[in-house]
């Protein structure tokens, strides 16, 4: 089976907390890219961060870190010092490496308010 | 911005009807794809386009086409329009098996 599940529908904070956003995935693939993208509340979606199946280091960007693990097929996103402007859906995505469909399965999102 | 353009922005017409989507990728991208945003289905990828050519589908209905053009640009045509074809349309692009960037949306009320 091929799933990403984020098992936070929504969550909410006060200005300046650390927050988590928790990605687990399936797949049978050896070869695999994980993602992360932001909706917005005007609704585009950004682009965060691509990870390969074989590249485990975790990335670190300004307040945006990624914890990726193998191990626990997870793929967990971190905000540190939230800020209102990080209010958003978050997604997680999967692409199989091998498929060739450039199909992305997504999770079903985990909305973050970050209230001042 | 991510270099993907769709028009129209939003779109609201009535059940039965037919629409068309419009997309062009980031310059240099030859792969196009489309997928749907509902409240009950969440985000789904529909097809895949490779520089003129299908390469995969999705869930996508009967009931809806695409095409990818010369120049690169592609339509989603949606017809015989429902309710629940309500949902927001993202067009993204890539090169080949790559990062995806996805345009604004298409927003699609069905009255």
């Known amino acids: 089976a091929q799933k990403v599940t984020q098992a936070q529908t929504e969550i909410s904070v006060v200005e300046k907390e650390d927050v988590t956003l928790d990605c687990v995935y399936e797949?049978?693939?050896?070869?695999?890219?994980l993602f992360w993208y932001k909706q917005p509340p005007s609704g585009e979606l950004v682009f965060l961060i691509r990870?390969?199946?074989?590249?485990?280091q975790n990335e670190i960007s300004g307040r945006y870190s990624w914890n990726f693990q193998k191990s626990t097929s997870s793929f967990n996103f971190t905000i540190t010092a939230s800020q209102v402007v990080d209010s958003a859906v978050y997604f997680c995505?999967?692409?199989?490496?091998?498929?060739?469909?450039?199909?992305?399965?997504f999770g079903q999102g985990t909305t973050l308010q970050v209230k001042p | 911005d991510s270099g993907v353009t769709q028009t129209p922005k939003h779109l609201i017409t009535a059940t039965g009807q037919r629409v068309t989507l419009r997309c062009s990728p980031r310059?240099?991208?030859?792969?196009v794809y489309w997928y749907q945003q509902s409240l009950d289905q969440g985000l789904q990828f529909l097809i895949h386009?490779?520089?003129?050519?299908?390469?995969a589908k999705g869930n996508i209905l009967e009931r809806f086409s695409a095409q990818q053009f010369p120049d690169l640009h592609s339509e989603l045509n949606l017809s015989s329009l429902e309710l629940g074809d309500s949902a927001l349309y993202f067009c993204?692009?890539?090169?080949?098996?790559?990062?995806?960037?996805f345009g604004p949306g298409t927003r699609l009320t069905v009255l």
């Open positions: 993204a692009s890539s090169v080949w098996q790559d990062t995806q960037y």
């Open positions: 797949t049978r693939d050896t070869t695999y890219y």
């Open positions: 990870r390969n199946s074989f590249d485990e």
């Open positions: 995505a999967l692409l199989h490496g091998s498929s060739n469909t450039g199909k992305l399965i």
């Open positions: 310059s240099g991208d030859l792969s």
């Open positions: 386009y490779y520089n003129g050519e299908e390469r």
